[in-house]
């Protein structure tokens, strides 16, 4: 008795068994008996690998529909199957008895997919059998919704966000509603709550007071519009026919401009096929859009006294930022009458933290400057010496004296840009100039008067002096002679001069504070372009920022005698300071490489 046994094709091994067996052998019942419980055991087990098997397939592939389980059941081939085919398998099929195991050999064939592949691995997301349950695909759609409760902005989708109109978080995290804030712990938070009991607040909450308070403030006063991400046009073809006319489209975070200043040429280009790189580089104009320095409000934020922590015993006389520094987090200097000398290095809202300090017992320092972008300070007061200090080396050099000069005070002086020469005024109405590597005497400018100002172009060839007698000279660096003069229109004695590329600015004991051109002739009779009166008292300090858009002008006779002046177009700044501005007698300012920060030394030893 003889049956022809189905072939039994595997995925994994791509061989056929054959179920004829040439020299069948009888079975006894006992053997079948043994048979029977083999096959139901293995059933048993192969139905526990396919659930198994299948539970793994979806975790891994998402759903689990790549595979079915008849895949998983095709797939699974044992050595032991083809033992029993061969031996006792093959009796118990030639005798018939054993029909059990043929009906599920028979459906294991039945049920094998016609591909013969082992996995099927969904690529878009979707189950790969597309007859398939509806439920499969629901636990995937639910799973993908927990999994992306943490996403980038960057990964939802660009077209979502158009239609909404708002841009959601970069980020979002869950565990700030585990987190609680107490707001009644810090100074700083203080004045976020709502109300003076108001104490723990989730983080949540923390986040969005935050937000609120930088809006109120910090936002307020600095411009972040260039952030936000234009609407698309919904006429597209009236925009692209209106040729001037600045069309704008959304290309992930970067703005792109049609017919306007940015290339909409989204083509691999010199970037590594960066076009926004491209689009951001290939124009300055909307860059310097924004920068543009409003005449009659000033942009300002109070950051924390750069000098907190290490206030000056006495009036702060003299504070510079080094020219050479790092325009967001600047090197400065302090120094006053409590005869010290300290270096911070300015990070704006965070804090300052000081560098170190010099202590020079016997001078009271009065003035003190940095030597151009060098590593040297000039230290003097009202001394017939004055120091060098060397912050490289830490050496510190005493010139005792100026040769052929037999000054008793230096306490007045000014630095060129380079570094080089330093001018001290004298007595008589004489300029001194020093050449600040030797220490030696280089020439001496005489004036009519007495000197009470001098000042340096920004070039360094020419010095700008006044005194008592209110005229005001230039000189000559390299003829060593004066090479122009005119009388200030104040008539009183001059304070102060400082002086930019294009004009001098004059200041008076008077509080007048005139503005000359210097594209005059020399030596004829100047009108000043214009004429400050903000101020009641003697100037004593005027400083140009490193552009040459502000003036600022203080005097230390009066309080909070402190004006800003928009150079470009001669007004004065009416929004700062105010009255509720704590500036004190201000005795020193100084801008910042790129006019980031200003310094405001006062009569309490405090540096804001």
Not at 338 to 344: E, G, V
Not at 363 to 369: F, G, V
Request: aromatic share 8%.
């Amino acid at each position: 008795m003889s049956s022809d046994r189905p072939q039994f094709s595997s995925p994994l091994t791509n061989n056929h068994i054959n179920g004829n067996n040439p020299n069948p052998k009888p079975k006894s019942k006992k053997k079948r008996d043994v048979n029977a419980e083999k096959n139901e055991a293995k059933r048993a087990r192969l139905e526990a690998e396919e659930e198994e098997e299948a539970r793994l397939t979806g975790l891994i592939f998402g759903g689990g529909d790549g595979i079915g389980d008849e895949g998983v059941a095709s797939a699974w081939h044992d050595d032991d199957d083809d033992e029993d085919e061969d031996g006792e398998g093959g009796e118990n099929n030639e005798n018939g008895d054993d029909s059990e195991g043929d009906d599920y050999d028979n459906r294991l064939e039945e049920d094998q997919p016609n591909t013969g592949a082992l996995f099927t691995i969904d690529r878009d997301g979707v189950s790969g059998n597309e007859s398939g349950s509806g439920s499969d695909a629901d636990e995937i759609e639910e799973g993908d919704e927990e999994e992306g409760r943490h996403h980038y902005a960057d990964e939802s989708s660009e077209e979502d966000v158009e239609e909404e109109g708002v841009s959601g978080s970069a980020w979002v995290d869950d565990d700030d509603e585990q987190i609680t804030v107490s707001l009644s712990k810090s100074e700083r938070i203080k004045k976020l709550r709502k109300s003076m009991t108001e104490d723990v607040v989730k983080g949540s909450t923390y986040e969005q007071r935050l937000r609120e308070r930088f809006q109120q403030t910090a936002s307020a006063t600095s411009r972040t519009d260039w952030a936000t991400l234009p609407q698309e046009d919904s006429d597209e073809g009236d925009a692209s026919s209106s040729g001037d006319e600045s069309s704008t489209r959304s290309t992930g975070r970067l703005t792109t401009r049609r017919g306007g200043d940015y290339d909409t040429d989204d083509s691999e280009d010199d970037f590594g096929g960066n076009s926004k790189m491209s689009a951001l580089l290939s124009s300055t104009a909307p860059l310097l859009a924004n920068s543009k320095l409003q005449s009659n409000i000033l942009s300002v934020v109070r950051c924390p006294d750069a000098n907190a922590g290490h206030y000056n015993d006495s009036v702060v006389k003299s504070v510079q930022f080094h020219p050479g520094s790092d325009e967001d987090e600047p090197l400065m200097l302090t120094a006053g009458l409590d005869k010290t000398l300290r270096f911070f290095k300015i990070n704006g809202s965070e804090g300052s933290k000081k560098v170190h300090g010099i202590h020079f017992p016997n001078l009271p320092i009065h003035t003190a400057s940095f030597l151009g972008d060098t590593g040297s300070v000039v230290v003097s007061g009202r001394r017939p010496f004055f120091y060098i200090y060397d912050m490289i080396s830490g050496k510190i050099d005493k010139v005792p004296r100026i040769q052929g000069r037999k000054e008793k005070s230096l306490e007045k002086f000014t630095t060129s840009p380079d570094g080089s020469l330093i001018a001290f005024i004298g007595n008589d109405g004489y300029i001194i100039l020093v050449e600040a590597k030797s220490k030696m005497w280089v020439a001496d400018f005489k004036m009519n008067g007495s000197a009470r100002a001098v000042s340096f172009s920004p070039c360094g060839d020419f010095i700008i002096s006044s005194g008592s007698d209110g005229d005001v000279y230039r000189w000559d660096l390299r003829s060593k002679k004066c090479v122009d003069k005119f009388q200030n229109q104040d008539g009183t004695i001059t304070s102060f001069v400082s002086a930019t590329s294009r004009f001098t600015a004059v200041g008076a004991e008077s509080g007048v504070v005139n503005l000359y051109h210097d594209r005059a002739p020399a030596f004829k009779k100047r009108t000043p372009v214009k004429s400050i009166m903000n101020l009641q008292t003697s100037i004593d300090h005027m400083k140009f920022n490193p552009t040459g858009d502000i003036l600022a002008m203080s005097s230390q006779r009066e309080k909070d005698s402190l004006k800003l002046l928009h150079v470009p177009t001669q007004t004065v700044f009416s929004n700062w300071p105010t009255s509720k501005t704590p500036l004190g007698y201000v005795w020193s300012i100084d801008f910042s490489p790129k006019s980031k920060f200003m310094a405001i030394g006062n009569d309490k030893g405090k540096c804001m």
